[in-house]
């Protein structure tokens, strides 16, 4: 017997066979992941490895789906500056606009 979790056991349904069991009965951080996909790459190859990606994608979608969680603006924290931001932000984009049109332009135009 073995002890783990039933998303472990649904992720080993997914994995290319030449990975055990082993390599995924463990908290799975980015880290981790990042080492299966590269081992699966070297040894299940090229095809097998984008299977494998194409079904996790499907099964994250899937789960994160039903779970039923939701968010809404409401859970959203919007930085007090985020106007100012804005605002500059917009002005350098027209000072860069501006400056790149009066670049192109001839010098004629422009008197």
Known sequence: MVDTTAGRVLFSEIVPSEISFDMINKDMTKKELSKI??????????????????????????????????ICMSDMHIPS?????????????????NSMLKDSLPRRALQ
Do not use: C
Request: charge should be positive.
């Open 37 to 70: 996909i590269e081992f699966a790459f070297k040894r299940a190859g090229k095809r097998a490895t984008v299977v494998f990606l194409d079904n996790l994608e499907k099964l994250g979608f899937h789960y994160a789906t039903n779970s039923g969680i939701s």
């Open 81 to 97: 500056m985020k106007a100012p931001m804005i605002h500059q932000a917009s002005r350098k984009s027209w000072k860069s606009r």
